[in-house]
């Protein structure tokens, strides 16, 4: 190979370095470190906690809601809360691994059970409001007459959902929530895979809280963006 080819492939792979390559490993540095352990964003691809998440959401995780961890790691070099009843997490399933959203049911030491689709905790039920009209008529549903209310559940309250055609177990007797473990469902009763079918979830899995939801897009109208639900909080 001639000097003249050397110095050239030596000034491209310089060139290719310093505008392109330099600059993403910089960024790369910085914001890799930030995602692991401050603050985070997640797509959700299913209903599982509709109607206050939506298929297409980007939701906006906050990773210092209840700790510090280390980079990278689920280690926790400081704690200064844990995750309360009602709050929408991010967690790992205890299952296999995958990155879940889901809202905390039930903590340590909590006595819950469930019957028809309506919750009781520590032996008090849950109080429910059944809306007659969908205030979400222009949503894509599973079933063509879902069963939507208001459920209250840790000094607050938030949409939830039955979906009737579906043949779904809706009770379950009295369990008892470990130390360090915490039970979470999805919104969407009748289309969620949680604690009901993989248990407990361990402090650890718990990664950080959702606080809203940044942008989203209609996976069932050619991912037509939802500007309504841009930059918009849970539980509205």
Known sequence: MSRIKITHLKSAANYLWREWLRPLAVTAAFLLPVKSSLADWNWVPTGSMKPTILEGDLVGVNKLAYDLKVPFTLKRAATWAEPAKGEVVVLFSPEDGTRLVKRIVAGPGDTLEMRGNALAINGTPLAYELHSADPFRDEVYED???????????????????LPSRAMPRSFAKVVVPAGHYFVMGDSRDNSKDSRAFGFVPREKIVGRVYGTLVSFDKNRWCKPRFG????????
């Open 144 to 162: 063509p007459r879902p069963v939507i209310a208001r459920e209250s559940l840790g000094g607050g309250d938030h949409w939830v959902m039955a």
């Open 229 to 236: 639900r841009f930059c918009s909080g849970l539980d509205g």
